[in-house]
């Protein structure tokens, strides 16, 4: 992955590297219920150690803190872009946010501020959104930032000891909404 700009903020939000001392949050944030429930695959939560361990896995993933940019030591959640295809022209990308900075345009602000850094840094064609059918406020996210709702993959992914279908969004240059 490219180095992330030393300031990718909105007067808001801000985008940032991980740090050690963010972990707590991230642990805090991540473990919330409605986070298990649309983020994580596996039917058991995560432990602390488990997310310690990603941290320090290095990786082909860009992986963001997002922080309030008064208050850049507070996590309010997370953004990544993964599965980078140099040949293809394309990335996904996801997020979740933490329960104390809901409802606040969090995840709307983010995800514009790194959809059009990541069209610019990766020359990208296309980047793609992913969310389970059940998870209609990551849907309003994706939708408000204008991505297209292409379809559903029927049984797409095993999650939480059985089939989950998937409903995939794409944005295409020039379609990213202010």
Request: proline letters at 7%.
């Amino acid at each position: 992955m490219r180095p992330l700009p030393e300031s990718l903020a909105d007067g808001f939000v801000l985008l940032r590297p991980w740090r050690a001392g963010d972990l707590p949050q991230r642990y805090e944030g991540f473990a919330d219920e409605l986070c298990q429930r649309h983020s994580w695959p596996r039917v058991e939560p995560p432990t602390r150690a488990e997310v310690d361990e990603a941290f320090a896995r290095p990786g082909d993933d860009l992986n963001l803190a997002i922080a309030d940019a008064a208050r850049p030591d507070r996590i309010w959640g997370a953004m990544s872009v993964y599965d980078l295809s140099d040949a293809q022209h394309r990335a996904a990308i996801g997020y979740w946010v933490a329960p104390w900075a809901r409802g606040r345009g969090v995840a709307t602000r983010s995800l514009r501020l790194l959809a059009g850094w990541t069209f610019a840094a990766f020359g990208l064609e296309r980047l793609e959104l992913t969310c389970g059918p059940d998870n209609p406020a990551s849907a309003r996210v994706a939708e408000r930032c204008g991505f297209t709702r292409e379809g559903v993959l029927r049984s797409h992914m095993v999650f939480k000891d059985s089939r989950r279908d998937t409903v995939v969004y794409s944005l295409l240059p020039g379609e990213l909404t202010a």
